[in-house]
């Protein structure tokens, strides 16, 4: 009797800390899970969850399915959500920085982006981290194309186009080609488009894949404009009270991540581009004359950030010019 009263005491004192340190983290993420952003995310969480051996287990959740992906960081930094995902360049009114990787045709390869990452990435972390937020792992989009719902050789066509922008790049985009700029997240844009709220946008083969947009758009322009990124983070209080082990865990966890994220970006961009064409689409480069005009937009735009950006931007191209 004593030592059933014993074992007992002791398995509900177990039980008992195991409950007080084991956390949950709900990590809200904005695109498709068939993403692979989502996926990579998926895969994440579970090797959190395994190698702490419950300790801190994170559950995804896509789609924006618990947060909008416009309002993931500010849930993150306002705790609450413990981490999440976000397309930071989407908050670049909050600090050019942020932006870094919607420069157009500063780096259009993955290997160019690579390095403008690596440049990048001490003042982003710095950054993020005076606004409460630890970085963990970021990975890259397929470069950045033009969509349509018409074939459109130079600028003059784009004309009065309503053109879905997803960040401030893509809507000066659209400001400086005489478009009409919407803001929609992703997982809003096929409604969109089939109901003529928007009937163009830039983004990669990989979300017009995810979102099966040849539904109502036919054309995409290989832009190549640029790469932007998805970056994991976490509210940086919590992070201060996860054990110097488990964080070692996490940290090796999103380095993994980030390697896998990479190639899955490579292997998903030419997929999806031959995806669009197989559903109907006219997929292939700009005309000269468009290809043309957009650089010199670029050229604007690339000033603007310059001079938006400060001291700390202009380090970051001159280390990325430097190391090609
Ligand atoms: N897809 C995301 C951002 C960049 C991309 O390729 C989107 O369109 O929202």
């Given at each position: 009797m004593t030592k059933t009263i014993l074992a007992t005491t002791t398995a509900l004192a177990t039980l008992w800390s195991a409950a007080a340190y084991a956390e949950k983290w709900d990590m809200p993420m904005a695109y498709a899970a068939s993403n692979y952003h989502s996926e990579v995310g998926a895969a994440f969480a579970s090797c959190v969850t395994e190698a702490t051996g419950g300790d801190i287990e994170i559950v995804t959740h896509p789609s924006g399915s618990l947060f909008p992906g416009d309002q993931i960081k500010r849930a993150v930094q306002t705790g609450q959500a413990p981490i999440g995902e976000r397309l930071l360049s989407a908050h670049q009114n909050e600090n050019a920085l942020f932006g870094f990787d919607s420069i157009p045709f500063l780096a259009t390869s993955f290997d160019q982006h690579a390095k403008l990452f690596e440049a990048a990435k001490p003042a982003l972390e710095e950054l993020l981290a005076s606004q409460g937020l630890t970085y963990l792992y970021s990975v890259p989009w397929p470069p950045q194309g033009l969509y349509f719902n018409k074939p459109v050789e130079?600028?003059?066509?784009?004309?009065?186009v309503k053109f879905r922008s997803y960040n401030n790049a893509t809507a000066r985009l659209a400001e400086l080609t005489g478009m009409l700029p919407v803001q929609i997240e992703a997982a809003e844009i096929s409604q969109a488009f089939a109901t003529g709220v928007a009937e163009s946008m830039i983004s990669s083969g990989a979300t017009g894949y995810d979102r099966k947009v040849w539904e109502s758009l036919t054309h995409f322009y290989e832009v190549d404009a640029w790469i932007p990124r998805n970056t994991v983070f976490v509210n940086t209080a919590v992070w201060e009270g996860v054990s110097d082990d488990n964080k070692k865990i996490i940290q090796d966890c999103a380095d993994k991540a980030a390697v896998e994220g990479e190639k899955r970006a490579k292997d998903y961009t030419q997929f999806t581009l031959d995806e669009l064409a197989k559903n109907g689409m006219e997929v292939g480069p700009p005309s000269e004359q468009l290809a043309a005009e957009l650089r010199e937009i670029g050229q604007t735009m690339t000033e603007e950030w310059l001079e938006g950006a400060g001291e700390t931007g202009q380090k970051i191209v001159e280390t990325y010019k430097n190391s090609n």
């Open positions: 130079s600028v003059a066509d784009m004309e009065g």
